[in-house]
């Protein structure tokens, strides 16, 4: 899958491109990674990408045409790259406190693209006209107010490359199913066995794999109910998980 990202600090994303399964996807090219500066697309000795806002206020606007520039140049290289452009495989994706939230199901149907153009603001945003012209998809992690889009865009990229089907191992997918579903994820546990005498819950140790399949569904619902009530009424669980609820009240 292919990614560009747009940004006037395209040193921030070592973050995600030498570390862990991201790093590792990016280095076995089974997701590559296009940092593009807008800096390097102005004509001007100060190598300008913000100006002063019209109608005044405080802080700085991005300017439209080295951004535009920017965002030519990564389509030429999604094109390149053999992405469908024209047909919106690669969008121009916007992060910013104004888009849609990013969800797991969002996430989940992101692989089924050839590519995306992630466009990083800095100051107080990005000229609107800009935006208007290309920007495909506005998406946010939050409800909250960041200094930039680049911890956004990394964020978006990693819950994406972790389910592109050659990085994702077999045995999590299969965890990943269960917690695509609506249900926050059951409790995990590891060496030792006695942690300040907390012990291990014995299903885990049985070997078991019907029952601790049980256990850990029924963790995630009971964790679910607790704390993301609004998750719990939208769930539907599959015929198998609608057995195992009736036991819930037998839930240690
Ligand atoms: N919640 C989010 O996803 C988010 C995204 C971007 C952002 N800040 C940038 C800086 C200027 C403008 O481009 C937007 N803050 C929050």
């Given at each position: 899958?292919?990614?560009?990202v747009?940004?006037?600090f395209?040193?921030?994303?070592?973050?995600?491109?030498?570390?862990?399964?991201?790093?590792?996807?990016?280095?076995?090219?089974?997701?590559?990674?296009?940092?593009?500066?807008?800096?390097?697309?102005?004509?001007?000795?100060?190598?300008?990408?913000?100006?002063?806002?019209?109608g005044?206020?405080?802080?700085?606007?991005?300017?439209?045409?080295?951004?535009?520039?920017?965002?030519?140049?990564?389509?030429?290289?999604?094109?390149a790259?053999?992405?469908?452009?024209?047909?919106?495989?690669?969008?121009?994706?916007?992060?910013?406190?104004?888009?849609?939230?990013?969800?797991?199901?969002?996430?989940?149907?992101?692989?089924?693209?050839?590519?995306?153009?992630?466009?990083?603001?800095?100051?107080?945003?990005?000229?609107?006209?800009?935006?208007?012209?290309?920007?495909?998809?506005?998406?946010?992690?939050?409800?909250?107010?960041?200094?930039?889009?680049?911890?956004?865009?990394m964020?978006?990229m990693?819950?994406?490359?972790?389910?592109?089907?050659?990085?994702?191992?077999?045995?999590?997918?299969?965890?990943?199913?269960?917690?695509?579903?609506?249900?926050?994820?059951?409790?995990?546990?590891?060496?030792?066995?006695?942690?300040?005498?907390?012990?291990v819950?014995?299903?885990?140790?049985?070997?078991?794999?019907?029952?601790?399949?049980?256990?850990?569904?029924?963790?995630?619902?009971?964790?679910?109910?607790?704390?993301?009530?609004?998750?719990?009424?939208?769930?539907?669980?599959?015929?198998?998980?609608?057995?195992?609820?009736?036991?819930?009240?037998?839930?240690?």
């Open positions: 899958m292919f990614f560009a747009i940004s006037i395209p040193e921030m994303f070592c973050a995600i491109s030498d570390y862990g399964v991201v790093g590792r996807a990016l280095k076995n090219q089974q997701a590559t990674l296009q940092l593009i500066n807008p800096r390097d697309f102005t004509n001007d000795n100060y190598r300008r990408i913000d100006e002063r806002p019209f005044g206020g405080p802080g700085m606007v991005m300017m439209a045409q080295p951004l535009e520039k920017a965002i030519l140049y990564a389509k030429e290289l999604a094109l790259a053999g992405c469908d452009v024209a047909g919106g495989g690669c969008p121009v994706v916007y992060l910013s406190p104004q888009g849609r939230t990013l969800t797991e199901s969002m996430v989940a149907d992101m692989p089924k693209l050839d590519g995306m153009i992630l466009l990083c603001g800095r100051y107080e945003g990005i000229d609107e006209r800009l935006l208007q012209r290309y920007v495909e998809l506005e998406i946010s992690i939050g409800d909250y107010v960041l200094t930039g889009g680049e911890l956004p865009a964020v978006l990693d819950s994406v490359i972790r389910r592109l089907p050659a990085v994702m191992s077999d045995e999590a997918s299969a965890q990943q199913d269960s917690f695509v579903d609506g249900l926050l994820d059951c409790p995990h546990y590891t060496k030792p066995l006695d942690f300040h005498g907390d012990m819950p014995e299903v885990l140790l049985s070997g078991h794999h019907a029952n601790i399949a049980k256990w850990r569904f029924l963790q995630q619902v009971k964790r679910t109910q607790l704390r993301r009530p609004d998750l719990w009424r939208a769930f539907v669980p599959t015929k198998q998980q609608a057995k195992w609820l009736k036991d819930l009240e037998s839930l240690d």
